[in-house]
């Protein structure tokens, strides 16, 4: 019986605690819960949801990017979720749906994105694709590579447990391919690499695919998390922020070398708020670190062995059809094949 008064006890404690935990503003926040709960609640979608089921009631969350996430649940579960930045109130993103899917959220953009990776993959077996020895092992590592775009599509398209398994083949081929190549003793007898195409269909092949790399980030790339993260980096080395505190909301995401390289393209095109949209630092920081890969690889192929191979190797970089959508999606990640390709420019110095 004792245990009945302390089971009553608690129950009005949490009663009590929950509405001043909505009422209280997290860590270096703006608003409140509530007031996140609030904002969201006039979004067209959440009344139409509401209106159809009076039971519907939205909580709001701290984000891992230090935004609020609404979301809205009745009897059956969940029903919406709704993103609002904390600091400005502005919803960023709504969603009907109850889980993130894997595709289906850029719309047009996503089809032209993929048709223009299809045609480079065409570009790319068009010229380095040997028709007339087909059963070379060059042939075999290219169709290895360019498979991956399979995983990758269907992943896209929502079918991550069909996606991810299609994955491992090509690269434990791959891996394997590397490795005897690296190991084995070093034959200079033949190139490597090999097309049909002079340098100047090369050097014009390369200028248009430049060019049509660099408008197709700025017409049809988008800026995530990650591109943002690194530009909110080096705002915070502009302004004079700490980069890493102790709160997990806080963006301090990468290492301080990545929040440097953003800092020249920050300092043109400050960051203004946490709207993901449109960051001029993001996009013009990823066309850089393409443009410059791709210019390592002409002086890395000319040292070691002549200005053809250098051609090719930038011709097959702007033709491939992952580097094109890592650029397109203003990403860091052009940052590592960067420093790698300058590492091995610098080892090939006299």
């Given at each position: 019986m004792r245990a009945l008064p302390i089971a009553i006890a608690c129950a009005l404690l949490l009663l009590l605690a929950a509405p001043a935990a909505a009422a209280e503003r997290p860590p270096h926040f703006w608003h409140t819960a509530?007031?996140?709960?609030?904002?969201?609640?006039?979004?067209?979608?959440?009344?139409?949801?509401?209106?159809?089921?009076?039971?519907?009631?939205g909580r709001a969350h701290v984000a891992d990017l230090g935004l609020w996430l609404v979301v809205y649940r009745d009897a059956r579960g969940v029903k919406a979720r709704v993103q609002v930045e904390d600091r400005t109130g502005d919803v960023l993103e709504q969603s009907p749906y109850a889980y993130p899917r894997t595709g289906g959220r850029l719309g047009s953009a996503r089809v032209n994105a993929e048709l223009i990776a299809l045609a480079l993959t065409i570009v790319l077996l068009g010229f380095f694709f040997d028709f007339r020895r087909p059963l070379r092992w060059?042939?075999?590592?290219?169709?290895?590579?360019?498979?991956?775009?399979?995983?990758?599509?269907?992943?896209?398209?929502?079918?991550?447990?069909?996606?991810v398994p299609l994955v491992y083949p090509p690269l434990v081929y791959l891996g394997a391919r590397l490795a005897w190549l690296g190991f084995r003793r070093a034959d200079r007898s033949g190139s490597p690499l090999g097309t049909w195409a002079g340098n100047?269909?090369?050097?014009?092949?390369?200028?248009?695919?430049?060019?049509?790399?660099?408008?197709?980030?700025?017409?049809?790339?988008?800026?995530?998390?990650?591109?943002?993260?690194?530009?909110?980096?080096a705002a915070s080395i502009h302004e004079g922020w700490p980069l890493y505190v102790a709160?997990?909301?806080h963006l301090d995401t990468y290492g301080p070398i990545t929040y440097l390289a953003y800092l020249p393209f920050e300092h043109i095109w400050p960051l203004k708020n946490l709207v993901h949209g449109y960051l001029p630092a993001a996009h013009a920081a990823a066309i850089t670190f393409d443009v410059l890969?791709?210019?390592?690889?002409?002086i890395l192929g000319s040292r070691l062995r002549d200005r053809r191979l250098g051609l090719m190797l930038a011709f097959a970089w702007a033709a491939c059809?992952?580097?094109?959508?890592?650029?397109?999606?203003?990403?860091?990640?052009?940052?590592?094949p960067l420093f790698v390709v300058a590492a091995l420019v610098a080892f090939s110095s006299p």
């Open positions: 509530a007031q996140a709960v609030t904002i969201a609640d006039k979004q067209p979608m959440v009344r139409r949801l509401a209106a159809r089921d009076p039971s519907l009631r060059r042939n075999a590592d290219l169709v290895a590579l360019l498979s991956l775009g399979a995983a990758v599509a269907l992943f896209d398209r929502g079918h991550p447990l069909v996606a100047r269909v090369l050097v014009v092949g390369l200028a248009a695919l430049v060019f049509g790399r660099i408008a197709a980030n700025l017409l049809i790339g988008g800026v995530g998390d990650v591109g943002y993260a690194s530009v909110f980096g709160d997990h909301a890969t791709m210019l390592g690889l002409l059809p992952f580097t094109f959508l890592t650029l397109i999606a203003n990403t860091n990640d052009g940052l590592v």
